[in-house]
């Protein structure tokens, strides 16, 4: 609870110019909050140093307290174990001259003399203000040595129980805590009642930038905090603008005008106009420039404010000294929304990000959304409204947020060359005033829309994603990727929370948190979407496969692992049944091998899954086709659609079939199954599908 005692403290540091708080004060905070640390007594002499550890008891531990020396133990300056008052003494000097000696500036206020806790398992216990999603907090194991290990796990501030446990969850060595070599299991609940009073901490004073519980002492009952720091800051961010609803006007108008189109083939100006009017757009277009009496046959006008009807959007790619006029006049004109596809403005540093500035002020008075600037536009293939490139039409239920006009673009591509399509795809750019939690929001709503993919870098308001993220993936999973190097803030310096936390880790962690689906990399931000889109949401993760080809059975089950599936273990009964049915040289297991042989029998694949199938212990199954395997989906059509009606996704694996492959993938895919050039993509899409419905269960209760 926030206290007078807590606030004293760091108003007395921040007026010392004192950018952190000494240990023995961190540890008077967290006692005020209940977390259970050392008894302590701060010595300014040899005398007051032995009647402090004779009040504690021995045996003791003695740290210097000085503003120059933040991590103590690099200086020599702490002792542990000292069993008597004339080890205190001693110890007391020996402090004080080693510090002296290493750092001969330092100023010390004395000696912190501390219980001695008895030795355990070191965990780390820390927080962090994290640029994007403010109080973060971090739980690792090693005490000493997190630094090396780097087994760490992220929450973003306030924390529940429940979730400070699947932190601890989800540290690699885990099972370092479950007690090992002797080791007794430690106290968990201890542990994450730690967690969360840290994470209240942090909510209650803005002033901490970041929190070292660095070690904390796991016990079979029970935790220690043996050392603590309190970083401060003095700049407190102000509230961000609250959410404010995208317009569907932007995405779906009915009419548009493309200020700067031009009739120089070449130019963005005259493909985006060309490719609206090539996707079929039903509403009205107007091309805007003062040059030109008309493009392509429309009738050409010199300004936006010329023209006679509604304007919904406009998309504009003037050179970028012009935009803030257009948007003027785009304001005047009370168009609803504009695409700003010119560059030159954040993107090429300070000067352009003041014009920047200046448009969104003029955007956000008029009641004009922007989407952009210095962004490859948007698409939405079932409007026909193609405003950007290259032109993509296949319409699906895939819709693509991307921070990159490229990715925007390539995940279109790459669903429409499997047979599916997408249902918006929308490059932000710059993201000056529209961004990624806005779409998100907005497309949670969207019928049109059943799997949201998102690409981004990062942004700013990261607690506005989570939450916009966390409403939608009630309704929809959302695959977000995310693209940046881990950086490391300038918090870093100071403590070891800041060294650990880089702000992937820290994205990632707060999007799983949110109910995001956090992908690693392109490749499988379009292998799941088009899984999501093709397949039904599996009711537990336990994999049957069928396959052609041994070695590629094996790579599929070594991949299980991985992503969080397990080869299912078929009833006595299904094993009989498939042994009864089955020739003798296929082998019946899981996997299913039905060998080589079946490139001339390729009715075994249904044979076996018709019988399979029937077994529950099947919740999801991939088919594996190796060599140039015809008849394909001929073969599933039956199994395919038994398996659809008992909710049991299937895909489908088929390599190393050249020619035979691309027509066999073909067909498959537009049937609706879904196949993968390799097993492992192949377990990896069918991973996600268990990913998401691991989240809709925690959603739900
Ligand atoms: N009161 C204590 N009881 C038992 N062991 C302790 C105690 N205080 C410190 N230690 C041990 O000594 C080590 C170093 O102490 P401490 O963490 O206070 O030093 P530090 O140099 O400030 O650490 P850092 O800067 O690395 O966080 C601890 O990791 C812990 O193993
Ligand atoms: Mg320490």
Redesign the pocket.
Known sequence: MKNNKTQNLIRGALTEGRSFLY?HESKEIITLYGVPT?KQILARNEGEAEAAADKIGYPV?L?VVSPQV?????VGA?L?GLKNGIAVREGYQKIINGVKSRVPDAEVLGVLV????R?ST?VIVGALRDPQFGPTVMFGIG??FTEIIRDVSFRVAPLTLKEAGEMVAEIKYRKILEGVRGNPAVDVPALTEILVKTSQIMVDYPEINAI?L??V?AYEKGAMV??A?FILSEEVKAAEPQDRLTPRELLEPKSVAVIGASSNPEKIGHKILRNIVDAGFKGSIYPINPRDAEIIGLKCYKSVLDVQGDVDAAVVVVPAAHVLQVVKECVEKKVKGAIIISSGFKDIGSDGAKMEADILKAAREGGLRIIGPNCQGVSNPKAGFCATWPLVEAVGDVAVISQSGTIALEVPSYLSGNGLGYSKAIALGNKSDIDEADLISWLSGDDDTRVIAVYTEGMKNGVKLMKAVQRASAEKPVLILKGGKTEMGKRAVLA?TGSLAGNKEVFEAAIRQGGGVSVNNLEELCDAAKAFSMLQSPKGNKLLIVTSSGGSGILASDECEHVGLTLTKLHESTVRGLRDSLPSWCVVGNPIDLTGNAMNNVTLYRDSLEIALEDESVDMVLVIFGDPITQTWDTLKSVASKAATLGIPLAVAYLGGAEVQIVETKTLQENGIPVYPTPGRAVNALGYLNVYRRIMSRLNG
């Not at 933040?70 to 690099?74: A, E, F, R, T």
């Not at 501390?114 to 806790?117: G, L």
């Open positions: 240990e050392t531990v740290k933040l991590h103590k133990s690099d702490v542990l501390q219980e001695m806790a030795p070191e005490g000493v070292d660095n070690p002492l043996v050392d720091r070891h």
